[in-house]
C-alpha cells in the first residue's frame, strides 16, 4: 500500500468468475464499470480507477446465501463461487470525506447483480491519509485521566429502567450508583431526550448529584448522556453537558450518521461514547454487510472515544470470538506511528465470572467493563456487586483463579454463587 493508496478487503459469493466480479466491483466503486464508456480515457483510467490486487478462490458452496433477481432473470444457477477480494482505490478520489468513503468501499456493492453475498471484510489506509481525518480527543489514556483510573478496567453501569424515570429520579439513581464505587455510568441508547427527562433537566440534575459525590469523596464519575438527536441539537447538548462540567456525551453512530458525528466531534472534546445499536443489521448475516474492523475504521475516522464490542458470554447472538476480535480492533492504531487508539466498551450480561475468560481472550485491562443485573442484582448490593468486579479482573490479572480468590472476598464469593447458577 502506498501513500496514495487504500485498500479494501472483501468476501464475496457468485456463479460467475470470482476474478471477472472483482474487477467489475473495482470499476464500479471508481472510474466506470466492466467495459469503456464514453469519455473514460486511459490517462483517466491510470489516475482514477481501482485495481484488483488479490482474489483467492476458496470452497464453492451448492445454495445461494442470498437471492437475486439479476442472476435469475439471466437463468444463471451455480455452484457459487466464494472469494477474498482485495481492491486497491486512489486517495485522490475521495479526499478528507467520511461519507464517500464509506460510499467508495462499499456503498453499491451490495447490491450488484453478479454477487448472491458480499461483505466488506477490512480496510487498509496510509498514514497521510489517516490524518487528514480527526484523532480521539480523549481515548484510552484521556478517559483514564478523567476518572481518575490509571489502572486496571473501568468499571461502569447503565441506568436502569431505561426510560420513565424523571430527571430527579434519576439524579437519585445517580447518587447510588456514584456511592457504589462506579468509575462510569450511561444512559441507555433508547433514552436521549424524551417528555419525561429531557436532557436540559437531566443533564443539570445527574450532574449535581455528581459533584456532590465528587466534592465528598474526590471521585470524579463520568456519565455518558445520550445525546442522540439531530446535529444541531447535539451541538447544544454536548454545549450544556460542558456548562455542567460533565466528561462524556453519547451517541447511536449508525442512526446519526458520519457526517453528524464528525460535526460533533469538531465542537467539543467531551469523550465520545460510541454506540453501536443496529450493527447487528450489517453484520449478523456472513455473507453480507460488514466485518467490525471495517466498521470501527469509519467511526474511529469520525473521531469517536469509545465504541461498543458487546461482553464474553453475554446475551447477544456474537460468539465471543467476534467480541474478542473486536476490542482487539479497538486498540490496535489504524497506521503505525498514530495512537488513535479507542476505549473498548464491554457490555451486556458481564459480571465478576466475565472477568476471566475476557483477560484470557485479551490480556490486558485497557477496556471499559460494563454491568447492569451484574452489579444491581448482587445479593450484597450495588457496592458489592463494584467491588465484586473489581476483586474478580485484580485476582486475574494476578493469575489467582477466581474460585480460589472468592475464600478471602465475600463479595466476589456471593457473585460467583449467584450468577454462577444462572450463566450459559
Known sequence: MTDDRFEATYLIETPLDPAKVAEIMAGEQSSGTFTRVAGETDELRDRTRAVVTGVTELESVSEPSL?????????????????????????????????????IVAGNLFDLGEVTGLRLDTIALPASFRRRFPLPQQGIAGTRTLTGVMEGPMVGSIIKPNVGLSAAETAELVTKLCEAGLDFIKDDEISADPAHAPLAERVPAVMAAVRRHADRTGKQVMVAFNITDETDAMRRHADLVAREEGTCIMASLNWCGFSAIETLRRSTDLALHGHRNGYGAFSRHPLLGMSFQAYQVLWRLAGVDHMHVHGLQGKFAQEDEEVVTSARDCVTPLT?????????????GQWAGTAQPTWDAIGHSDLLFMAGGGILAHPGGPAAGVVSIRQGWAAVAEGVPLSEAARSQPELKQALDFFGTKAG
Open 336 to 348: 503505525d506511528g498514530l495512537d488513535d487508539r479507542v476505549l473498548p466498551a464491554f457490555s451486556s
Open 67 to 103: 437471492p437475486n433477481a439479476w442472476l435469475a432473470r439471466k437463468g444463471v444457477a451455480g455452484p457459487w463461487r466464494r472469494a477474498r477480494v482485495a481492491i486497491s482505490f486512489p486517495v485522490a478520489n475521495v479526499g478528507a470525506n467520511l461519507p464517500t468513503l464509506a460510499s
